[in-house]
C-alpha cells in the first residue's frame, strides 16, 4: 500500500514539474498580456491622399534641394509618407514624430496638376486651426489607432486648389 502511494506521488510530482515548465513556456510566448501595453509595441504610418479627379504630382524637398518625395498620385490613391516607428501607446504621433527635425522651415511641399503648381505648402509644422487646410498644420491630418498601428493621413482635395 505504501510502495503504491510513493510510486503515485512521484508521478504527480514529475508531472507537476512538467506542467509547470510547459505552462511558462507558452504563456512568455505566446500570450500578449505583456506587450499589449508596452510602450514599443506600437507604430504609425503616414500617408498622403489623392482625393481629387486627376493625378497629381507630389515634390516635398528641402531648399537645398534635397528631395524626399518625388511621385504621382492616381485618384484615390494613396502613398507612404512616414511611418513604422515604435512608438509608445500614449505618445502623440502628430506632434512628436510626424514631423522630424529636418521638417523644419526649409520643407516644401509642391502639388502639381498636368504640369501645372497647384498648391505650396512651407514648414514648420504648426497647429492652424480646422479653417486651414494645409500639410504642416497639425489639424489637416486624421489620426486613427487600428490595433496597435496609429494610421495618420494627410488627404489632398479639389479644394485645395486655387
Known amino acids: 500500500m505504501i510502495h503504491k502511494l510513493i510510486k503515485h506521488m512521484k508521478t504527480i510530482q514529475i508531472g507537476r514539474k512538467y506542467f509547470i515548465y510547459i505552462f511558462l513556456i507558452s504563456f512568455f510566448t505566446s500570450c500578449d498580456i505583456f506587450k499589449w501595453d508596452s510602450s514599443g509595441y506600437y507604430s504609425f504610418s503616414s500617408y498622403i491622399v489623392n482625393k481629387t479627379e486627376d493625378s497629381v504630382r507630389i515634390i516635398l524637398y528641402n531648399k537645398e534641394s534635397l528631395y524626399a518625395l518625388d511621385t504621382t498620385l492616381s485618384p484615390d490613391a494613396k502613398i507612404l509618407h512616414n511611418g513604422a ?4 501607446k500614449d505618445d502623440d504621433v502628430l506632434t512628436q514624430y510626424l514631423f522630424h527635425d529636418y521638417y523644419n522651415e526649409s ?3 509642391e502639388v502639381y496638376r498636368k504640369d501645372s ?3 505650396s505648402w512651407h514648414g514648420p509644422a504648426r497647429f492652424m486651426g480646422d479653417s486651414v487646410h494645409h500639410f504642416y498644420n497639425y489639424d489637416s491630418w486624421d489620426v486613427t489607432l487600428i490595433d496597435y498601428e496609429y494610421i495618420l493621413e494627410f488627404t489632398i482635395y479639389e479644394s485645395d486648389f486655387k
Open 85 to 88: 516607428r515604435e512608438v509608445g
Open 107 to 109: 520643407y516644401i511641399l
Open 117 to 119: 503648381l497647384v498648391e
